[in-house]
């Protein structure tokens, strides 16, 4: 794992599943590791980042079956970081100053669905005038506690699009990104958001046709858009241009990797010999997002924006006054 004041890149080994033991792969690295310490070595400083007014991004990379979902999901004794971090946000906050609203959607091939609320249909995404990206229409529902939150994530999840393909018979084809928004005295105060990537393989691995072979193409085409934003942010250097507009994932994210936010980066590999490929790719994937470098400012009021825009067009007036 590395850090610095703004990302964290870590790397997570699952153990070796039934097929892999049964087709004798060998083991080429062991795991020690359970939920509790992922969250408290990777995403548990984030939280008193966001209850200070900042914004905060976790993201789960990796190929399918290498367990981006149990990390950020879990299971029901095993919760992942979703409901770890709500339940870490509830304990430093006082419900009389702050609320919490959570908002959950998945981009399936290029298309943005509301998974609290199927009927909402096809959402797109909208730039307002001070470049905040949002998703009209997506629906945001208050969360008091944490069996609520568990009882949300469940009843989204249960939506997200899910086909079988050669490598995994639950592969998520979709990517799923859990808003967890934080009000103080009903301004909005931090965000954090925490995205379950689509599996990072490419289309040949999972023997894909047709249909399939579709969705891996628009799949490739938001880590491609990721993977060339990472890229651009990574070089660090001064007037590059960083393109976050060629998928929805990358402009959903532009905040998150480019700005305004504290962002760990949690990359997801087998410890099995047989996935060397995607292990490589997926740890020099990695390697480049540490690479990134990002200012950080705390949220402010959009007051003190206006304020900004007035001072700027009276500067501008002055300047034609004493050029005229
Ligand atoms: P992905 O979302 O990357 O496609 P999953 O999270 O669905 O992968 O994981 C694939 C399988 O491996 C699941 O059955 C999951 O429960 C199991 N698994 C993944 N990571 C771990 C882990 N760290 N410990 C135990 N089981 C795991
Ligand atoms: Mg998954």
Partial sequence: ??????????????????????????????????????????????????????????????????????????????????????????????????????????????????????????????????????????????????????????????RRTQEPTAANKNSSRSHALLQVTLYKNSVQHGKLFLIDLAGSERASQTQNRGKRLKEGAAINRSLLALGNVINALSTGSKGRYVNYRDSKLTRLLKDSLGGNSKTCMIAHVTPSSFNYDETYNTLVYANRAKNITTRIAQNRPASADQQYVEAIKEMQKDALRKSN
Avoid: W
């Fill in 1 to 158: 794992m590395t850090t610095n004041s703004q990302l964290t890149v870590a790397v997570r080994i699952r153990p070796l599943n039934d097929i892999e033991k049964q087709r004798k792969s060998i083991q080429c690295v062991h795991p020690l590791d359970n939920q509790e310490e992922v969250h408290a070595a990777t995403t548990a400083p984030l939280m008193d980042f966001v209850v200070a007014g900042y914004n905060a991004t976790v993201f789960a990379y990796g190929p399918t079956g290498s367990g981006k979902t149990y990390t950020m999901v879990g299971q029901e004794k095993r919760p992942g970081l979703m409901m770890l971090l709500t339940r870490d946000l509830y304990e430093k906050i006082n419900p009389h100053e702050f609320t919490v609203y959570l908002s959950y959607l998945e981009i399936y091939n290029e298309v943005i669905r509301d998974l609290l609320n199927p009927n909402a249909g096809v959402l797109d995404l909208l730039e307002d005038e001070r470049g905040n990206v949002q998703v009209p229409g997506l629906s945001r529902v208050k969360a008091p506690n944490t069996s609520r939150i568990m009882q949300i994530l469940q009843e989204g999840n249960s």
